[in-house]
């Protein structure tokens, strides 16, 4: 790996540490189970779609390995529909905070901080590896998708969720809505305004603020705005891929099946709240932010 990529991937790291996916969604103390409570129910109330699309319920029996278990949200599922569950996260923070879920619950099930590019495991050991939302966050996506290769069973299959470069959330919210909105963003009564307008923290916009400030050219380039866009200030990558692009990274496996999901409503301005759920899933099937790949080995 290069020193460009070993520093990014250290920041990507330290990002994720201090900031476990998921934890801010729970007013609760973590590792308890108000707080495993709480993030559970607004994953499966905001991305409904993620208990159908990842078949939870068909992995009975199957050898499962996780690549970014999170706070171990969609591990517990696995787990409770009898796979034999093996959760892995780039950080120490994520890996004890899943693993602390699991034991709350009586749960089985096996973790490890791994790197997603070098996975710690024998050729041909798991079923199925499912990972969401997590590798358009490692430097080297190409290379991580290939330990999946690599580490699944003959005919066994891969579930990966990535950023969907053609969809509303990136070609319409962050590259049109978001950028006009940096600009107000350089007033305080803008700041507030924004606030008003898309219900995001003050906080958070004030953060965005201050690198509008202080980092003005790099913030405004096509990949650090995308970044610091996607998962919070302070992210440090997050890419986005098209179908072919997608297609085109397990170009290796046998048979390969897309699919969009989840239509954010928060993200279309005045007119969400008013979306009803059919066409919320027609919407989602075209214009997704969750590409969902299925490769079957």
């Not at 950080?91 to 619950?105: C, G, K």
């Not at 939302?133 to 891969?158: F, N, S």
Request: charged share 25%; with cysteine; glycine share 8%.
């Amino acid at each position: 790996m290069s020193d460009a990529n070993q520093n990014l991937k250290q920041r990507v790291r330290d990002f994720w540490q201090a900031n476990p996916c998921g934890v801010k969604f729970a007013d609760a103390e973590p590792g308890t189970r108000r707080f495993y409570e709480l993030v559970e129910a607004h994953r499966y109330a905001t991305e409904w779609h993620i208990t159908e699309a990842a078949d939870f319920a068909g992995t009975s029996g199957l050898k499962v390995l996780e690549i970014g278990c999170g706070l171990g949200t969609d591990g517990a599922q696995f787990a409770k529909a009898g796979a034999d569950y093996t959760g892995v996260d780039l950080t120490a923070a994520a890996v004890d905070l899943a693993r602390r879920r699991f034991e709350l619950y009586d749960l089985p099930g096996k973790f490890q901080t791994a790197d997603a590019e070098n996975l710690d495991f024998a050729d041909e050991s798991f079923d199925l590896v499912y990972s969401h939302g997590v590798l358009h966050h490692t430097p080297d996506t190409a290379r991580a998708i290939g330990e999946i290769h690599r580490v699944l069973r003959p005919r066994g299959r891969a579930i990966v969720m990535l950023y969907h470069r053609n969809s509303y959330n990136y070609r319409v919210n962050i590259s049109l809505l978001r950028r006009a909105g940096a600009q107000l963003l350089k007033w305080d009564n803008g700041v507030r305004l924004v606030h008003k307008l898309t219900g995001e923290s003050l906080d958070k916009l004030e953060e965005y603020a201050r690198l509008l400030r202080t980092q003005k050219q790099s913030y405004l380039t096509d990949d650090e705005f995308l970044s610091q866009n996607t998962d919070g200030p302070g992210n440090p990558l997050a890419r986005v891929y098209s179908r072919r692009q997608a297609a085109e990274l397990f170009r290796d496996y046998s048979e390969v099946t897309l699919k969009t999901y989840f239509f954010n409503k928060r993200w279309l301005p005045l007119l969400g709240k008013l979306l009803p759920p059919s066409l919320e899933s027609q919407l989602a099937a075209r214009w997704g932010w969750h590409l969902w790949i299925y490769a079957n080995k």
